[in-house]
């Protein structure tokens, strides 16, 4: 009988090495957070651009400077249309205005950049996401509201809030490492900016009475320079701009088209203390040129065209609505059922409103529909009136009746 000697051979598996996936900007902190995080926890990651229309770098070039700053893949979005058409058309369906002067501007590209972040989670097989976002700001709670709502097994990371990423120790990161990345005098301003308009925060803003300087502003001109004033005829149907002065346009375009021609008369600018979501005022200033000119016009063409009673209850809606996008609340349950409310609302929105732009405003000057609700022979105190004054005195008389019985009630008291 033979005995043989049996060597066992243990393989052991290399461990996974864990994936985040950053939303990245191209800028200095998210370049020099690519490096930051591998080292904070020693996953590898993925950076993903997407462009909304805030203009600036070539994608490819960002993309390769990720991949430059040590991201073992990068990706890169062109998502200026899905972002007009999914994000931008919602909210001027819904004339979402925050605190009756805000359209959303940053609120409404958080989900589009979350929807791509966590699709890239997917695809990379990673379990962690991280933003640039502070401890103090509104885009924290969108970025992993939205995570979440799309991905609840995912988890979030900021290194700004979380590993204490601040400025001058990120010049010094990128300095150390000799990153691709400038890190040239800071401005004093924080700005975000997409096709749908502009955000400018802190430096000398901060202090409430100091009023804003022209240098701030890139989409607006300034509107007390006289210039010759400009008339659009913005079409409509259900709800969704399809023409400019009869020439068809996408939802992006028009937005575009509209940010230059509203944007060259000053109109859109917005200088405001707005309540954040994480309790305290804030000072902000906005240029939205197209947003407020969409606006303005869908608006007044809802005037035309929507009954009474449900335009009453669309403005009690469109005022939630906008505090949920603000909030970061663009994927829950009421948020999607409020969208279908705020659609049935803009089934006869339908037609064509013109508008003088000049001096900063956008003035309606015209609307023309023919789903319109305006009866002139209703309307007119000429002749040719179809109006039956005579049971005026009838409808006062039973619509102000409990009002006469609580009063007699009270005067009898």
Request: include cysteine.
């Amino acid at each position: 009988m033979h005995t043989y000697a049996i060597t066992e051979c243990i393989v052991k598996e290399k461990p996974v090495t864990e994936r985040v996936v950053l939303a990245y900007s191209g800028g200095l902190d998210t370049s020099v957070a690519i490096g930051w995080i591998a080292e904070e926890t020693g996953a590898e990651v993925i950076a993903v651009a997407v462009d909304v229309g805030q203009g600036g770098e070539d994608l490819d070039v960002i993309r390769k400077r990720a991949l430059a700053c040590g991201a073992v893949e990068a990706e890169v979005a062109d998502a200026r249309d899905e972002f007009a058409d999914e994000y931008c058309l919602p909210a001027i369906k819904a004339n979402a205005l925050y605190m009756d002067r805000y359209p959303l501007v940053s609120a409404l590209s958080r989900p589009t950049i979350v929807k791509h972040l966590v699709a890239a989670a997917r695809k990379h097989n990673a379990g962690i996401v991280a933003h640039g976002c502070t401890g103090k700001g509104n885009d924290q709670v969108r970025f992993e509201a939205g995570i979440t709502a799309l991905g609840p097994d995912l988890k979030c990371i900021a290194p700004v809030r979380d590993y204490a990423m601040t400025r001058d120790k990120a010049i010094a990161f990128c300095e150390e490492k000799q990153l691709p990345i400038a890190t040239s005098k800071k401005s004093p301003y924080s700005i975000d900016q997409n096709v749908f308009g502009r955000a400018v925060e802190t430096g000398f803003l901060e202090d409430i009475w100091n009023a804003p300087i022209e240098d701030i502003y890139e989409y607006t001109s300034n509107p007390a320079e006289p210039r010759e004033a400009d008339e659009v005829v913005i079409s409509f149907k259900e709800g969704v701009p399809v023409a400019i002065d009869g020439k068809p346009v996408t939802v992006l375009q028009a937005i575009q088209q509209l940010n230059e021609r509203a944007g060259a008369q000053g109109i859109g600018r917005i200088d405001m203390v707005e309540d954040r979501l994480v309790g305290i005022k804030s000072r902000e200033v906005y240029e939205a040129p197209g947003a407020i000119a969409l606006i303005t016009a869908h608006q007044e063409l809802e005037n035309v065209t929507v009954e009474r009673e449900l335009a009453r209850y669309k403005r009690q809606v469109e005022q939630r609505w906008g505090e949920m996008v603000y909030d970061g609340l663009w994927f829950s349950p009421l948020k999607r059922a409020l969208d279908g409310f705020i659609n049935e609302a803009n089934e006869h929105v339908t037609g064509d409103i013109r508008m003088t732009l000049h001096g900063g405003r956008a003035v309606v000057t015209g609307r023309k529909s023919e789903e319109s609700l305006y009866d002139f022979n209703l309307a007119t105190y000429d002749s040719g009136d179809t109006f039956d004054q005579s049971k005026a005195q009838g409808f006062i008389e039973i619509f102000s009746l409990s009002a006469k019985i609580a009063a007699r009630r009270d005067l009898n008291a």
